[in-house]
């Protein structure tokens, strides 16, 4: 059975850290490109990073750019996503997705766009208070 269970979701303040972590199982982890999204009530969800496990090449949306990294334990089969200067506009639900092979993202005027999706998480809440 595939699973990708997201953690680490928290109430923070302005100018806060978090650090998101997406644990995969039911599939050949290595052979994935793990992604992390989020939606805010209201809106459309938007494609935040994305990083190929195989060359572990990342991408990020401009909006995160320098506050955000993503990283693979391998070992662990996990995802993070750290988040760093928070602010109450990074207030969604995050989600981990996965897909096989490559991150399938294109780019326009600095926002990161993702092609389709095979599996995902449940989401976990980061809420940032002003």
């Known amino acids: 059975e595939v699973q990708l269970v997201e953690s680490g979701g928290a109430l923070v303040q302005d100018g806060g850290s978090l650090r998101l972590s997406c644990t995969a199982s039911g599939f050949t982890f290595d052979d994935y490109a793990i992604g992390w999204f989020r939606q805010a009530p209201g809106k459309e969800r938007e494609a935040v990073s994305c990083m190929s496990i195989r060359d572990g090449r990342t991408h990020y949306t401009d909006s995160v750019k320098g506050r955000f990294t993503i990283s693979s334990d391998n070992a662990k089969n996990t995802v993070n996503l750290q988040m760093n200067s928070l602010k109450p506009g990074d207030t969604a639900v995050y989600y981990c997705?996965?897909?096989?092979?490559?991150?399938?993202?294109?780019?326009?005027?600095?926002?990161?766009?993702?092609?389709?999706?095979?599996?995902w998480g449940q989401g976990t809440q980061v809420t940032v208070s002003s």
């Open positions: 997705a996965a897909v096989p092979s490559f991150c399938p993202v294109v780019y326009y005027r600095g926002v990161m766009h993702s092609g389709e999706f095979k599996y």
